[in-house]
C-alpha cells in the first residue's frame, strides 16, 4: 500500500478512534486494511483458504494487540505488515511438514477466480480467452512463486506485489536495507530461473 | 541459486578488470534492485550501463531479475479478492457476534426455515455444482458472490462455507486423512473380528490376563472343533474307515488262535502290535479298538461269528458289506494264515482309488492314506 501521507493520517486517526473504544471506526480499519492482509497471505501460502483464516488470525492478534501500537512511532500498515508476516512465518514453521505432500492435494483446492462457466462469462472481461490465459498464467506464477524459498519469497511479495519500500520492509523483516535490496533481486532471479524451467518442460 | 550469493563471493580477478572510474560488480550488485525496477537515478544508471556492457555476469543476472519482476507484475495484475464474507467473519471474532448485529451490511438476516429448505432443495439437485467461495474468490465487491444467491433476495451462507464445517472440510476431510482413517478402522475391526472380540459385550473384566487367555484357549478349542467334525462328517473318511476296521476284524478273526483271545482282551492285538513298533499310531489304535468294543456290544451277533470263527478258523465268515470285498473273498476263500490283507489288497486298493479319482482332490486327507497305508504295513509286519 503507497503509504501516501492522506490514507496514513486517516488510518491514524481511525486507530485513535478505535483506541478510544469506536466499534465502528474498528470495522472501517478492518474494511480498509482486510485485502492486503489477504493478499499477502495467498501470495505466501497459495491457498485461499489458509489465507482466510490467517487473515482472521491477523485480526484477532490486531484487535487484541492494538493498544500497545504506538501511533507517534510507525505506520499502522508496516505495523499491520509485521504481524502479518510473523503469523506467516509461524504458519509456515508448522506446515513445513505438510509441504512436501502438497502436490497430493493439488487440484482440490479450485484455481483463482470463477469456476463455473456461468460466473466466467458473467466476470466483465472482454475476451474470455485472454482471461483464462491470464489465469493460467498467473496460476503458473504463483506456483513458482511458491518455491521459492520464503525469505527470498516475503521480500518479492512485499516489494513487488504491496509496493513497500526498502525501509518499510527492512522495518518489517529486521534485517539491514542492504540484505533487503539482496533479497528481493535474488527473489526475482529465482522466480524467472524456476519459471524458465517451467517453461521449457511445457514447450 | 548459490552461484548468486551475497556481496563476498565474486571472483577477485573481474572487479580488478573494471577500470577504478567504473563501479565493480559487488557496487552494481546492490544496485540490480533498482535496474530491474529502471528506478536507477540517471547517474546510477549510466554507470551500471557501464559496467554491464563489459560485464557479461552482472548484465545476464540484472535481465534475470528484470524477467522476474515482469512475472510478478502478472501476479499483480490479476485481481485477488477476498471472500465476500471475511469481513463479517473478521468483526464477529473480533468484537463478538453481538455487535455484528447492528452492523446493516454484513448482518446475516435470519432466513425462514422455509425459504431455507427451498435453498437446500435448489443446491441438492443433481448435476448442480455451486462454485465455492471458499476456494474461488469472486472478482469485484461483495455482490458478485450473492448474485446467483440473492436471486430471491436472500444473502445467506451456506452449510459448506460455515467455519466449523470448512474447519472440518479442512482437516478431518481431506482425502489423505480420510483414507488413513479408513484403513485404520478397516485393519482394527478385522483383527478385532479375527479375534473374536465382540465390542458391544466387551468388558472391563474381559481385559485381565486370565479372562485373556480363556477367551484365546475357547477360540481355538472351536476352531478345532469345527475342523475335526467337518473332517470325521467327510463320506469318505468314514467310509474308508469303517472298511478299514472290517478288514482288521476278518483279519484278526482269521489270526486269532495264535493271539490271545480278541474279543476278551481289547487291548492285546494293539499292544501286541505296537511292541512291534508302531509307537507313532498308538492313538489310531486306541480310538480304533473303542469303536471296536461299541460295535460289539452294538451287534451282539457278529461277536457270536467271531467266536465261532476263532473256534473253526478254517471258514471265515465275511463280515463286510462291501459289493467289491465281498466278491473278492467270496472268490478267493482265505485259508489259514494267509494274510487277508494280502489276498484283498488289489481290488481294496482299487476300491478306495476308484474312491479318491471320484472325488475331488481336496477330500483326500493324508490322514486317510496313512490309515490305508497303516493297516497294509500292519498285515505285513504281521
Redesign the interface.
Known sequence: MPANSDSTEETSALVRRCLQGD?HA??QI??LQ??RV??LC??FTGS??D??DL??DV??KV?RNLKTFDIERGSFPTWLTTLTRNLLVDHFRRTRVEQT?HS??AG?????????PA?KI??EQPDPLQNCM??E??AL??Q??LQVSPELREA?IL???KDMD?KEIAEVLRIPE?TV??R??????????L?ERTKRQVM | MKDHGQFGDRPAGKSANVPSDKLDCAAVELLWVEAAEGSLAPTEAEQVRAHTSECASCREKISRARKGREWLLVLKMEPLSPPSDLVAKILARTTGASETSHLPRWSMPKIPAEIDSRIADRYSLPGYSFPDSETAPVPGETVGDNRTLSRDGIPSTPVWQRPSVVFLRKTVFEPRMALVAAMAFFSISLTLNLVGVKLTRFRAADLEPQAMRRAVTRQYAQANARVVHYYENLRIVYEVESRVHQLRQAADSVQAPEKTGYPQGKRDPGASRDGQGHRGDRDHQSSRDGLHRERMEVTPVKDQNAQQNRSTPVEPAPIFSGPTIDASFNAQPISPGQNVVETVQPRFVSTVFSEFVSRPASQASSRLLKIARFSVQERNSA
Not at chain 1, 535474488?186 to 522466480?191: P, S, V
Open positions: 466499534g474498528w470495522q478492518v474494511e482486510h485485502r489477504y493478499g495467498y501470495r485461499a483458504g489465507a482466510e487473515t482472521q485480526f484477532l484487535y505432500t497430493l492435494d482440490w483446492e479450485g484455481p483463482e477466480g470463477p469456476s463455473s460466473e458473467q466476470t491470464d489465469r498464467l498467473q506464477v504463483q513458482a512463486l518479492v516489494r513487488d506485489l526498502y542492504g535490496k539482496s528481493i533481486s535474488r527473489g526475482r532471479m529465482e522466480l524467472a530461473r519459471l
